[in-house]
């Protein structure tokens, strides 16, 4: 622990009340991190501040819807009041869907996962900047694979993503100077049941590709947040996880190489969910 990076170090963590969220705060908190959990639900968020407690780092649980700015501002200010700085913040809170958009109710669901995908990083990062810069800290997004692909039937998640990587590919040299780096991951599946939590057309929580899954190799929460901690500290730029098998970082080149492939492979799969 004495070698960690973390040691000591002021870690927010978005999402963290479940999933890869989780397993990441159980990470540092073994490191001896001090950690500022948020996500809405507030008992998960408790218990799992406690566990980091007995794994030898600090914990404070903070209730925070991210699609709220104020909340968001909430989030640092008691990360900062609690230990004094930011040396890192994690934007990892998300939610997906999986319909055809000419299927949704109402288009702004499209909107909903937008504020928390996106807009949620950006007021979070707004408001840790000041406490970054005299930190020289670290930024890590949590994106996915899924926005360099073609994703039929996941439309506003994957524009969500690709927002994320548009802003903070331009955030990234307005903050180099002050020390503050950005590493974008891009994860491929992850057992954490997140594909079984899609909104559907109605926007409620669906089985969503979940099924299909089940011959998908899938990385744990564990090895994905040992992922996250490693690449973050080393100030990676980019992390690209492998997707079923392919190397991540030839996705992109693909996509650029043979779109129409891409996208009869994404029709394909949506269609054999059932959509
Ligand atoms: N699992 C995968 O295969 C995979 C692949 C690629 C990328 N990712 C990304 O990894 C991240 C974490 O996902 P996960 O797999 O760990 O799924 P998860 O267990 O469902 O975690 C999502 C987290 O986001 C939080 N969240 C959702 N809406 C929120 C809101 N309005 N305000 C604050 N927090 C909110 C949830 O907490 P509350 O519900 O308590 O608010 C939860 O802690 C997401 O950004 C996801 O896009 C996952």
């Known amino acids: 622990m004495t070698n960690s990076p973390y040691l000591n170090q002021s870690v927010v963590i978005t999402g963290a009340s479940s999933g890869i969220g989780e397993a990441l705060a159980y990470e540092l908190a073994g490191q001896g991190a001090w950690l500022t959990l948020g996500a809405r639900r507030l008992d998960n968020l408790t218990t799992i501040a406690e566990k980091c407690r007995v794994l030898g780092g600090k914990a404070i649980a903070v209730q925070c819807d991210i699609a709220d700015q104020m909340q968001c501002a909430s989030l640092i200010q008691q990360a900062a009041e609690a230990?004094?700085?930011?040396?890192?913040?994690?934007?990892?809170?998300?939610?997906?869907?999986?319909?055809?958009?000419?299927?949704?109710?109402?288009?702004?669901?499209?909107?909903?996962?937008?504020?928390?995908?996106?807009?949620?990083?950006?007021?979070?990062?707004?408001?840790?900047?000041?406490?970054?810069?005299?930190?020289?800290?670290?930024?890590?997004?949590?994106?996915?694979?899924?926005?360099?692909?073609?994703?039929?039937?996941?439309?506003?998640?994957?524009?969500s993503k690709r927002a994320l990587d548009a802003f903070f590919e331009s955030l990234r040299p307005e903050i180099s100077d002050d020390g503050i780096s950005v590493t974008m991951l891009y994860l491929g599946f992850i057992d954490t049941g997140f594909a079984g939590?899609?909104?559907?057309?109605?926007?409620?929580?669906?089985?969503?590709?979940?099924?299909?899954?089940?011959?998908?190799?899938?990385?744990?929460?564990?090895?994905?947040?040992?992922?996250?901690?490693?690449?973050?500290?080393?100030?990676?730029?980019?992390?690209?996880?492998?997707?079923?098998?392919?190397?991540?970082?030839?996705?992109?080149?693909?996509?650029?190489?043979?779109?129409?492939?891409?996208?009869?492979?994404?029709?394909?799969?949506?269609?054999?969910?059932?959509?």
């Open 83 to 159: 230990y004094g700085r930011i040396d890192t913040l994690v934007n990892n809170a998300g939610i997906t869907m999986w319909a055809r958009f000419s299927d949704l109710q109402d288009p702004v669901l499209i909107n909903q996962i937008m504020q928390v995908n996106f807009t949620g990083a950006v007021y979070c990062t707004y408001y840790a900047l000041p406490h970054l810069k005299q930190s020289r800290g670290r930024i890590a997004c949590i994106s996915s694979m899924g926005e360099k692909l073609v994703a039929p039937g996941n439309t506003g998640y994957v524009a």
């Open 197 to 275: 939590r899609m909104l559907d057309s109605a926007g409620q929580p669906s089985s969503g590709i979940q099924p299909m899954l089940k011959r998908v190799k899938q990385m744990s929460a564990e090895d994905g947040a040992r992922l996250i901690a490693r690449t973050t500290a080393d100030r990676k730029r980019q992390v690209f996880m492998p997707v079923n098998g392919l190397p991540g970082v030839l996705l992109p080149w693909l996509k650029l190489i043979m779109p129409g492939y891409l996208e009869r492979m994404g029709k394909q799969f949506m269609e054999r969910s059932g959509l």
